[in-house]
């Protein structure tokens, strides 16, 4: 679904690259969300601890990934900046 959307994106004027990012987060966040995240039982399986104890101990860095989302879908010059200063746009 990414490229057809990145098409969309871009046609309403949304840079490619600010989308892209968008996406990364949102996937990101959904494999570290309780319930269907799928890392979260491949890392419960590995280490052999329960899913409710991995859960506390990812939920403050969980909220803080969602903030950022928020900040970067909000103010598409926090993602841009990095890439901006280096010369890549």
């Given amino acids: 679904m990414a490229p057809l959307l990145s098409q969309v994106a871009t046609s309403v ?8 990012f968008v996406v990364v987060l949102n996937i990101v966040i959904g494999l570290l969300t ?21 859960v506390r101990a990812i939920m403050l860095f969980l909220l803080i990934e969602i903030a950022i989302l928020f900040l970067v879908s909000y103010i598409p010059m926090a993602a841009l900046l990095i890439p901006k200063l280096l010369g890549y746009l």
């Avoid at 004027?13 to 892209?20: C, D, M, Q, V």
């Avoid at 309780?34 to 991995?54: D, N, Q």
């Fill in 34 to 54: 309780p319930r269907l995240g799928v890392c979260l039982f491949v890392v419960c399986s590995l280490s052999r601890i329960s899913i409710e104890r991995l």
């Fill in 13 to 20: 004027g949304i840079h490619p690259l600010h989308f892209r």
